[in-house]
């Protein structure tokens, strides 16, 4: 049977138990109910413990003392007064009940406590709430029955020894209650039989003519704590710590509970001094007040020290990175300023490439680890006054107080130096370079200027693809016009001022155009012609390449449409569509190609993506859409092929089908050069790995004729024609000399 329904038949059973027992007639039935529910709830409570397998189920077995001295208690009771009929008090059963309460109340005050072990505020309220109930109950219960000298002394023990039980449980109880965190269904049962005890036992001591009128209604209380307990430990939620916070809260309940037993003292001395004829306590009333105000101070000084130590962690956590233990942002801006009145510093901003490749290749994890090996050596490379910071994601900062300009040069020289050492993280051996931007205080005193100024170095360095640069005033002008070019891209997006032109790749030597590559152009109505080398950094840089790359690849895929159903045979084979390396390592970028795709009717296998070897080089995501394009019929090219520094390399990981020769190599062809032995030495790399190869950037018949000499079938330049937007694909084509 599983635990869940287990625990439902026990609660239902033990309700119905725990409500006919004030029904039945006989006194006989009702004494042995009782004692069934005892021992029903003792059993119940060993099979929850053990088939719950609770990590620490040993207040648990104390728990099941106290409920089997509880229940011996009403075996004797039973026994003496039904069975032998006789009522003494004190009895034996007193005595197991008064035995119980013990274990009862360490059990509790242990399931209060958790599993943490930083109890010392718990343990002091406990004992707060315990005085100044123990000094209500010495003043009006117990002081009155032990001074009693007509009654015999076991007699007043014995009926102290109820009371007293009351107010630990009264303590334990409320410690229970106030503990920080969510309750679980299992803290709720053993709260709600503590407290139905609690009730019963306070009505028992203080109340004796409510037990007269209405015993087997307060008795029933009893009954059901066995209840509720018993199933508190079955419950699968006992197995469930309860979670709490870091840091002990102050809570409202606990707080108005401790204000409550800390007034006990003035409110005694207020109700007797109002009652004529009584003496006043004053020896009870003084130590009350002198063990209340020692246990007060000793929990102040506990969350004196507990908010100072919190206040410490948290300007820790205000002013440092979590990942990486270096400053923060805010941590390293109020430094700036502090630099800029005491003398002239130099700040660097240093952005690193190639972390998104690494973040895409292997996880988050080892991007993390990264960062983090990157920080120490950042930190191993200071001097003593000098301060590393993370700014967030993959950008750093150094600040070097009152330096001159050739120091915080050296400075940067160093960082990149130690960047330029391959890190280990998460056991791969990883290389990251970075681009800098240092920047110097001359003129101004203003930190957030100074920021600025680093920062737009590091743009000015990473655009021109530079590791360092120093800002110069006329950076400003250039990240202008950057900003100023963004936003009128955004406007002729929205507007309608981009256009493609075409430019046909022909086979050799015959001449005919098998197929196109679509080019963006930009005419915009105030600048005029906008080059592409001058808008495609900038919507790199600024993410609009992805919205705008879309756009050409949907406009681009229906032209190719539109020239298949008019054209016919005469129509080109494929549709080439570049594609930048942010748009190949943008999440779902397969799956738009395939809904462009579907949107427009175009075959996959007439279309071709071009991309470069930069984009592919980290690995990761970039490679993976690769794949995925791939495995939807796309023919896959690789852009300006020969001019990176891993090509060969790519070829073993990449699927690629088309490798197109940059125009570096074909502009000196016809010479006996060098670049004629890179062109020849990748036309037998194209042949030997069944790829094929497009001769780039071709202005000469004479280039055009060489190239088919060396074994180029397909050749793409002005030679053959320029990109225009209607392109003729009816007239002759221009042949090659053979």
């Not at 107080?401 to 051996?429: N, Y």
């Amino acid at each position: 049977m599983r635990v869940g329904r287990a625990w439902s038949i026990w609660m239902g059973l033990g309700t119905l138990a725990c409500l006919g027992y004030p029904l039945l007639a006989s006194a006989g039935a009702k004494a042995v109910l009782s004692c069934l529910i005892g021992l029903a709830s003792v059993l119940v409570m060993v099979v929850g413990v053990r088939r719950n397998r609770l990590a620490d189920p040993r207040p648990w077995y104390v728990f099941v003392a106290s409920q089997v001295l509880t229940v011996l208690g009403d075996v004797t009771y039973v026994i003496q007064g039904r069975i032998l009929g006789e009522h003494p008090f004190p009895a034996w059963s007193d005595a197991f009940y008064l035995a119980g309460f013990p274990f009862l109340i360490a059990a509790l005050y242990a399931l209060a406590r958790g599993r943490r072990r930083r109890e010392l505020s718990g343990l002091v309220d406990t004992a707060i709430i315990a005085a100044g109930l123990g000094l209500v109950y010495w003043i009006f219960v117990i002081g009155p029955i032990l001074g009693d000298p007509a009654t015999p002394l076991l007699t007043r023990l014995a009926t102290v020894g109820y009371p007293t039980a009351s107010v630990l449980l009264i303590a334990v109880v409320a410690r229970l209650v106030t503990r920080s965190g969510r309750p679980t269904p299992s803290d709720w049962l053993l709260i709600a039989g503590s407290v139905l005890t609690l009730a019963a036992n306070v009505i028992n001591t203080l109340l004796p003519d409510v037990r007269v009128v209405a015993g087997d209604y307060v008795y029933t209380g009893f009954l059901f704590a066995y209840v509720f307990w018993a199933g508190a430990a079955l419950h699968p939620s006992v197995r469930v710590e309860r979670r709490e916070p870091g840091t002990e809260r102050f809570g409202r309940v606990r707080l108005a509970v401790l204000t409550c037993s800390t007034l006990v003292v003035p409110a005694m001395l207020f109700l007797q001094g109002t009652r004529p004829g009584r003496p006043v306590s004053w020896l009870a009333i003084g130590i009350g007040a002198v063990v209340l105000f020692v246990l007060v101070l000793v929990r102040m000084d506990g969350f004196v020290s507990q908010v100072q130590a919190q206040a410490g962690r948290l300007e820790i956590l205000a002013m440092h990175d979590e990942l990486t233990g270096l400053a923060n942002r805010r941590r390293f801006e109020q430094r700036v300023r502090e630099a800029l009145e005491t003398g002239s510093p130099q700040v660097a901003m240093l952005d690193l490439t190639g972390f998104k490749a690494v973040n895409d290749r292997y996880g988050h994890t080892v991007g993390d680890r990264l960062l983090s090996a990157v920080a120490a050596r950042l930190s191993a490379g200071l001097r003593q006054g000098d301060l590393a910071a993370r700014m967030g994601g993959d950008e750093f900062a150094i600040l070097v107080p009152d330096a001159t300009q050739a120091e915080g040069d050296a400075m940067v020289a160093r960082i990149c130096a130690a960047l330029g050492v391959p890190f280990q993280a998460g056991g791969h051996e990883l290389l990251v370079g970075a681009s800098v931007g240092v920047a110097g205080a001359d003129g101004t005193r203003d930190a957030v200027e100074l920021l600025r100024r680093a920062d737009v170095a590091m743009y000015a360095a990473k655009a021109g693809g530079d590791s360092r640069r120093r800002y110069a005033p006329e950076l400003d002008d250039e990240a202008g016009e950057a900003a100023r070019l963004g936003a009128a891209m955004r406007i002729a997006l929205d507007t309608g001022q981009f256009r493609l032109v075409y430019q046909p790749i022909v086979s050799l030597p015959d001449g005919r155009r098998v197929s196109v590559e679509a080019l963006i152009r930009w005419e915009h109505p105030e600048r005029g012609f906008v080059s592409p080398a001058d808008f495609i950094p900038v919507a790199e840089q600024n993410g609009l390449i992805v919205e705008l790359g879309a756009w050409v690849l949907r406009t681009a895929c229906a032209q190719a449409v539109v020239w298949r159903a008019t054209l016919g045979d005469r129509a080109p084979e494929r549709m080439g569509v570049n594609v930048s390396a942010r748009q190949l390592a943008e999440p779902g970028f397969p799956e738009l190609v395939a809904a462009v795709l579907a949107r427009t009717g175009l075959e996959p296998q007439r279309l071709t993506l071009e991309i470069t070897e930069t984009a592919v080089f980290g690995g990761g995501r970039a490679v993976q859409a690769v794949k995925d394009l791939r495995e939807l019929g796309v023919r896959i090219a690789l852009d300006d092929f020969g001019t990176g520094h891993s090509s060969l390399g790519l070829l073993q990981t990449v699927p690629v089908d088309v490798l197109k020769v940059d125009k570096s190599f074909v502009d000196d062809i016809t010479l006996a050069g060098r670049e004629a032995v890179i062109a020849t030495a990748l036309i037998q790399v194209s042949h030997g790995l069944g790829l094929t190869a497009v001769a780039e950037g071709v202005e000469t018949a004479e280039q055009a004729t060489e190239l088919h000499r060396l074994g180029y079938r397909l050749a793409q330049g002005y030679h053959f024609g320029r990109p225009v937007a209607e392109p003729d694909f009816l007239a002759s084509p221009t042949t090659v000399a053979v």
